[in-house]
């Protein structure tokens, strides 16, 4: 299986453009996160969801939008985007609640100009 | 969540032992001490986990002390590949979330 995979893999956007970063995982896990992680730095969590339906906020939510209709999908939508959300972006999922090991994507490099 | 606190860098020949120190002392007694790592700029990637006893798998050993207030990720015999930045999580076995701190910068050199 393909594990976490993450489309595009690099986006440059134009200030208040939207976009969508997707993320898909083939391990039938139940819990599904978005991070982003800025030059330097370590990776604050954005939103994350335990299951299709459900979704709720991390560190860093303002900004971003997430839906979670299937176990397989978990899309990250950008709204107005700003040059502070130039950023690389990782996708990363986990089978169940108590299990700890996340398996991550390889990552969206977007940047806003 | 308890906080981590790890070096900023550190170095180590290749074919040696790459020992990184984290210290967790505010841990309380259902947190797991996690090990990732992050080679240039791609996905963490998980490298071991524990609780109180140390572990041992294909990828390194942890060795976390009596009091559980620190914790050390052994590599064995480090090669160039090790090279990467490498984070130390204490995570609530309830927990949903992973929190990162900067983590330690390993540079394996010839």
């Known amino acids: 299986n393909a594990g976490v995979t993450q489309t595009p893999k690099f986006r440059i956007l134009k200030i208040g453009q939207s976009m969508t970063l997707q993320c898909t995982q083939d391990m039938n896990h139940n819990y599904m996160y978005w991070y982003r992680q800025d030059p330097g730095m370590g990776l604050k969590l954005i939103y994350y969801s335990v299951g299709a339906g459900i979704t709720d906020k991390g560190e860093v939510p303002n900004g971003y939008n997430v839906s979670r209709s299937t176990t397989e999908d978990f899309p990250l939508r950008l709204e107005l985007a700003a040059p502070s959300q130039t950023s690389v972006y990782f996708c990363?999922?986990?089978?169940?609640?108590?299990?700890?090991?996340?398996?991550f994507g390889p990552g969206t490099r977007l940047t806003v100009l | 969540d308890a906080k981590t606190t790890q070096p900023p860098s550190m170095d180590c020949a290749e074919g040696r032992a790459a020992n990184l120190p984290c210290n967790h002392s505010t841990i309380s007694g259902n947190e797991y001490v996690y090990w990732y790592r992050q080679i240039h700029s791609q996905g963490p990637q998980y490298i071991i986990h524990g609780l109180k006893n140390n572990e041992t798998n294909e990828m390194a050993s942890l060795i976390i002390t009596e009091d559980r207030k620190s914790s050390t990720l052994i590599l064995p015999h480090a090669t160039l590949r090790d090279t990467a930045v490498y984070y130390c999580?204490?995570?609530?076995?309830?927990?949903?979330?992973?929190?990162f701190g900067t983590g330690t910068r390993l540079q394996v050199f010839p």
């Open positions: 990363a999922s986990r089978l169940r609640q108590g299990e700890g090991t996340q398996y």
């Open positions: 999580i204490v995570r609530a076995y309830n927990t949903d979330k992973l929190i």
